[in-house]
């Protein structure tokens, strides 16, 4: 446990389900009921550091690895990721175990998309959801679906065999390098480094293995349709906080999401869109620019 006296500190935890545990982070006080922080896709609870370093220490934040990810256990063998569902369906057993209700999301990308899923889903049982860079699940064009459908299927098929014998290992340095290649260099190496604290774990002659599971890398099954996603938009009825960045504002799915974000604006309680300069992963290369939007954003919610 991190025992810091001057910031925010945790303790690292796991959480059983059927197939294994789901490990986290818990931030703050045990006694409260904490905030749901959710990462990306192949990201893990990492990501979240630090902005929750920049937020009050008394806030309660449960930051959890999605199965397949970080230190979490994998989907077993056999099955597909369906990773808005799958994360949909965790999410729900997590406050289930807990006898959570009211409850507080926050997201990255996917864990924006299982909030804006979760919130529509109980919109009487969810009391606030931050999303960043993210207001909704992915969304393809049908044809597109259609016609990718067998080589996701064949490639997932294909990482589903690969042995831990026939994975790669790679020393530090090359590890992170790697990461940052993966993101288009839209991630800083110090951000790359706290991500793989969760993110690779040491093999034999100082060489890493990548924590999560090879097969997330086929994860495009089961998509929604946008009229779908429409319906979603409307149940939901919490206080919404949706953070983009900047640069991606004129990307080609602005069009779908600004759309989304109308929808969701008519039903919810209190409805807050900011835009700030940065990448995708902004809340953990520049936290310092929304930081403070955040806490105050959650703060309202305590003196509701």
């Known amino acids: 446990m991190d025992q810091s006296s001057d910031k925010p500190s945790f303790e690292d935890i796991q959480i059983p389900i059927p197939f294994g545990y789901v490990s ?18 192949q ?34 063998p056999g099955i597909p990721y369906y990773i808005f569902w799958d994360g949909l369906v965790i999410l729900r057993r997590i406050v289930k175990y807990y006898n959570w209700s009211n409850v507080s999301i926050l997201g990255h ?19 606030m959801l931050i999303s960043i860079d993210t207001v909704a699940p992915v969304i393809f064009d049908p044809s597109e679906i259609a016609k990718n459908t067998g080589t996701n299927i064949d490639k997932f098929l294909y990482y589903e065999s690969l042995g831990s014998d026939k994975m790669p290992s790679y020393g530090y340095s090359d590890m992170i390098d790697l990461v940052m290649d ?12 706290i991500l793989m604290k969760r993110g690779m774990y040491p093999v034999k002659d100082n060489k890493y293995f990548f924590s999560r599971d090879t097969r997330l890398k086929v994860v495009w099954l089961g998509l929604p349709s946008l009229d779908v996603i429409k319906e979603y938009a409307g149940r939901i009825k919490c206080r919404y906080f949706n953070i983009k960045a900047k640069p991606y504002i004129r990307m080609d799915n602005w069009p779908v999401y600004s759309e989304l974000l109308n929808i969701i604006k008519t039903n919810v309680k209190q409805f807050l869109f900011i835009e700030y ?10 936290p310092e620019c929304l930081a403070s939007d955040v806490k105050d954003f959650i703060l309202q919610c305590d003196k509701a």
């Open 24 to 41: 986290a982070k818990w931030w703050g006080p045990r006694d409260k009921q904490p905030i749901i922080a959710i990462h990306g896709w």
């Open 43 to 76: 990201d893990n609870a990492g990501t979240f550091d630090p902005l929750i370093e920049l937020l009050p220490k008394e806030l309660s934040i449960l930051c959890i690895d999605l199965p397949g990810h970080g230190r979490s256990s994998h989907i077993p």
């Open 109 to 127: 990308s996917l864990g924006a998309a299982i909030g804006f899923l979760y919130a529509a889903s109980y919109p009487d049982d969810t009391e």
């Open 182 to 193: 993966g993101h288009h260099s839209t991630l800083t190496r110090k951000a790359c480094e």
């Open 277 to 286: 300069d940065g990448t995708h992963h902004l809340h953990l290369n520049n």
